[in-house]
């Protein structure tokens, strides 16, 4: 199990205020278009409304993600037997969990029988200062998944491992999930689906989709997202790097063997 620093009282904070959005109400994006709601996502899982399949889409090239690899989700503290039972049958191997410290400790996951158990906490190492301008949620939020130490590792650690259980004989999938699951689960699928080569707009839908799962009323900026935070994340991209690739092989540290195998793993 992969382990990072935090400063509890900070986490405490950023658990509360990351975990579950900006408590502050602010106009949500539009909703995805109605052709991508047409397809069903959901795990249907009773404890994680927002738990669905990444793959799915069509990739720039023609190619297709493929389904059953790689999945997000909420925290998976309130899953029930039925739930747990379901990830089994689905060949959940690696459980990464995206959250901090508190957020950890506040709500224990349920693991499904045989799989491991990661933990990438994608902000809870920032110093205390940085780690507090992003308490407001928003923009400054999504621009730390770039900037916050330890956060490009967490961000590279799912992709490793979706690799990794292409490589292993067993096969098997990995879910990543936060608290909400649409935040710092947000932007590592973006990542993943922008690596695989799925256009802009489609992985803005994809992203789009947790105000559907979630119930998120327009102007709801505490159950929903919105548009503008996940182009933040990929301005600071540019900001940081330069470009998306230079991103995911300095940011990220992903090598272009690395790159082919996440292809090979995730692309039919």
Known sequence: MVHRCARVPAAVLAGLLVGFGPATAMGLADPPAAAELQVDRSLHLAGAPNAR???????????????????????LTDLTPADLAELNRLGVREVDDLRTVYERALAPDRIPAGAQANWYDVI??????????????????????????????????????????????????????????????????????????????TVTADFLLSNHYRNAAPGDGLAGVEQAWL??????????????????SEGLGLSAAEIDALEARMLG
Not at 165 to 183: M, N, S, W, Y
């Open 53 to 75: 399949d990444v793959g799915g889409y069509r990739t720039a090239d023609g190619r297709t993600v493929r389904t059953g690899i790689a999945f997000r989700t909420d925290q």
């Open 124 to 201: 809870g190492a920032a110093p205390l200062p940085e780690l507090m301008s992003t308490l407001a949620g928003g923009a400054d939020l999504y621009r730390a998944f770039i900037t916050a130490p330890g956060a490009n590792q967490a961000v590279a650690a799912v992709l490793r491992d979706i690799i990794e259980t292409g490589r292993d004989p067993e096969g098997g999938a990995v879910l990543f999930h936060c608290t909400a699951g649409k935040d710092r689960t947000g932007w590592v699928a973006a990542v993943l689906l922008t690596v695989l080569g799925v256009d802009r707009d």
């Open 231 to 248: 182009d933040s994340a990929f301005d600071q991209v540019q900001r940081s790097y330069g470009s998306f690739d230079r991103y995911v």
